[in-house]
DNA sequence: TCCTTAATTCGGAATATTCTGAAATATCAT
DNA sequence: ATGATATTTCAGAATATTCCGAATTAAGGA
């Protein structure tokens, strides 16, 4: 695929971006330029088109589908995969979402319910310690309970509980704070 | 300081935990020890307990600080600084939350903006590709506009919107979704 | 079946990150 | 100032990650 100047830059900046949020450049790349296209894409074109090796997008793409971005789709007289991203932002930000939360914090909740099961023959920690690790552990759960109920709502309902929130502190907090906002007004 | 037990899988869960959130193992374990220490400790210190060189806790350090995680206190009649972490998982949580923000989506809305300001010269790029560019720009700006709104919500507001949310959300997803949960029952 | 093309696996090269230890710098008491 | 202790800097060693390309496996036709 022929890249023009700015699709180009978009994607460097999302291989840049991506390796800040625990992705690899190549799959940050990847979701770039499938985002961009907007079409679906045969594996070898992106490998052209990224200058990466054939291989490195067969990896990268099994991992961009383990997060539920990018879906295979196939052309009619191409026995190749194409691959598309999920172009709505709402739907790609919650399946990263869902995904870090079964990754990394499901799992730490339950490292940290060990530690709280094994403190009990631990004789040489403090009352105090193990009290910290149970506030960081029903922390973690509170949140990730939380998380799961507002997840299973329906997307209109969402939206309007964001607003809400948005409004309740544009009513509150300007009290507090006359400073002028620098940014150039959104919304 | 004499670490138990389970003090130190605590440690080490957290070592591990932090990589896959950017910071480096030496940076999550530092955290971790002083947030189990509960009290203030020197540097050497804590390169002696975590079996570090005493450079790198200077440098973690630095990094620690950076995001706000934890504070500098000082000990009568003992010149090193000691650290102590930030215990209120609320204030550390939104510490970094800020910190990402500042650091990482300001940075990148302002890259997308630049592309979109580019496109207009760019005559290789299709008026679609541009359009989600532009979706992506918004949605960004938009979500961290919010976040800014709620964020100045002081702590006992922004609690009690996040129950409310929880609350419209066991209220209404149930309906559609009888699938029995297999959490033991939070809360 | 056999041949062609697509996709994946995997050893190790290339690259990037983290960590150490020595040297430099800073801080404070005498 | 001088010395003692604390902290930071930084070059390069140690380690970890990413990436390539050759080899392998899979999937279709003919």
Request: net charge positive.
């Amino acid at each position: 695929m022929q890249l023009s100047p700015v699709m180009e830059s978009f994607i460097l900046h999302w291989g840049e971006m991506g390796s800040r949020w625990g992705l690899n450049r190549t799959v940050a790349q990847i979701y770039a330029l499938l985002y961009v296209a907007g079409t679906p894409l045969p594996a070898d074109e992106i490998a052209g088109t990224l200058k990466v090796a054939r291989s490195n997008v067969s990896t990268s793409i099994r991992e961009l589908q383990s997060w539920g971005l990018i879906a295979r789709t196939h052309a009619i007289g191409d026995r190749r995969d194409h691959f598309v991203a999920e172009t709505d932002l709402w739907t790609a930000a919650a399946r990263v979402a869902d995904a870090r939360k079964r990754r990394e914090i499901d799992p730490t909740i339950e490292a940290l319910a060990g530690c709280l099961s094994d403190a009990r023959t631990d004789d040489a920690i403090g009352k105090d310690a193990v009290a910290r690790i149970r506030a960081m552990h029903d922390f973690l759960e509170a949140a990730g309970g939380w998380y799961e109920d507002v997840r299973e709502l329906p997307q209109s309902k969402l939206e309007t509980l964001i607003k809400m929130g948005a409004k309740v502190a544009r009513l509150e907090a300007p009290a507090k704070k006359p400073k002028k906002k620098k940014g150039k007004g959104r919304r």
